[in-house]
């Protein structure tokens, strides 16, 4: 079965009680047991949930992964997974991960002895030397955010596997319909749910997806333990908009191509990182190990004052933090994704105070350039 099929019936796509084109959304707590000796697979919602389930078993699909889990939000499903790890282990973690990941790792797993060295995820070789006998795990995202920097997820993967220790991959940016990080041997696929997955800006979601059984086990004890999961309302939302995923994907990276290559030529654009440009440094690369370079760019422009001209003098693009939604979203690194990063530490990732992020979405990308052409003026 092709993706664009899976999206649609790669879970459960009937109700077997009533035959409903869809699950029910389950809004309910607490289910009748029947037998002392045994309870049935449903006893209380924060350990199972018939919609939370049809959603996960799409998203393990679409992954290739033999099970996910679903969570409250993207940040439920990293903390989540990521204590699987114990005191005294340690990580090595691209550089420009996420502003959130960053913060848990750097203030609270950090204070539980669990500790982090960041690394340009870029090079290899800087990903082993930074191993350790300790070492647990390698946790990456690529194209990353903002700056869009790949990594090699088969290199890293190979890494991982001579070192006797596991590859966990924020696939946010690409969705596995361009992009899945298991079918490169890497062990654990994160995704904030609440960008492309869902689609429409009004879900927090998260996904842990594994291939590894055990592994998946120790995942699901943890999202129970902590009630970490996902509720109904929000699965069954994210389990609409999954369905048009292909055909999202699919316009808003054409429409960024466009903008993009208008973008490059504007005289007060200084620097454009998209990963689909021959000359972006990780093209090759990610060519090689996704199936597109999806909707999510960053650009740099000649002053503050344009940069402020241009996120705040937008109309159609909204400026604001999230990405992946059916409308465009403009935002700014240093002041929203990377707030929690300090100044200097922000500054040596190259993440400067012209830097802009555009996510785009759905709308006719001849508006968005002329929308953005008099804005930045
Ligand atoms: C948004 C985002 C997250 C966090 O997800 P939430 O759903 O906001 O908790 C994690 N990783 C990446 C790459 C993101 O863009």
């Given at each position: ?29 607490t289910y009748r047991q029947t037998s002392v000796d045994h309870f049935s697979k449903y006893d ?334």
């Amino acid at each position: 079965m092709k993706l664009a099929t899976k999206l649609i019936h790669g879970g459960p796509t009937v109700d077997m009680q009533t035959g409903a084109l869809g699950v029910p959304i389950y809004q309910i707590s607490t289910y009748r047991q029947t037998s002392v000796d045994h309870f049935s697979k449903y006893d209380y919602a924060r350990g199972d949930n018939p919609t939370r389930e049809a959603l996960e078993d799409t998203i393990a699909v679409l992954e290739g992964g033999s099970r996910c889990l679903a969570f409250a939000s993207g940040m439920a499903a990293i903390s989540t997974t990521l204590m699987i790890f114990s005191p005294g282990d340690h990580l090595v973690v691209c550089d420009d991960v996420y502003g959130g990941a960053y913060r848990v790792l750097s203030t609270i797993f950090s204070r539980m002895g669990i500790k982090s060295t960041f690394v340009d995820a870029t090079d290899l070789t800087a990903i082993e030397a930074a191993i350790l006998p300790e070492t647990k795990g390698i946790y990456l995202e690529t194209p990353s955010n903002p700056l869009l920097k790949v990594t090699d997820l088969r290199g890293a993967a190979a890494i991982a596997r001579r070192h006797g220790i596991i590859t966990l991959v924020d696939n946010t940016f690409m969705t596995p319909y361009l992009q899945r990080p298991l079918e490169l041997d890497c062990d654990i696929v994160l995704h904030s749910g609440t960008k492309f997955i869902n689609g429409h800006s009004d879900v927090l979601c998260g996904f842990a997806v594994v291939k590894d059984k055990e592994l998946g086990q120790r995942i699901r004890y943890i999202q129970n333990a902590f009630g970490t999961g996902l509720g109904p309302q929000d699965s069954f939302l994210t389990l609409r908009g999954v369905k048009t995923l292909k055909v999202r994907m699919d316009q808003s990276q054409q429409n960024t191509l466009k903008i993009v290559e208008w973008l490059k030529a504007h005289e007060r654009v200084t620097a454009v990182h998209y990963p689909g440009l021959p000359e972006h440094p990780g093209h090759v690369i990610h060519s090689a190990q996704a199936d597109g370079p999806g909707a999510v760019f960053s650009f740099e422009l000649d002053s503050y004052e344009t940069t402020k001209r241009l996120l705040e003098g937008s109309h159609l693009a909204a400026f604001a933090v999230s990405l992946g939604g059916v409308e465009s979203i403009i935002s700014y690194p240093a002041k929203m994704s990377h707030a929690s990063v300090p100044k200097e530490v922000r500054e040596r990732k190259g993440i400067k105070d012209t830097l802009v992020r555009l996510s785009v979405g759905l709308e006719d990308p001849d508006d968005l350039i002329a929308d953005l052409q008099q804005a930045m003026g």
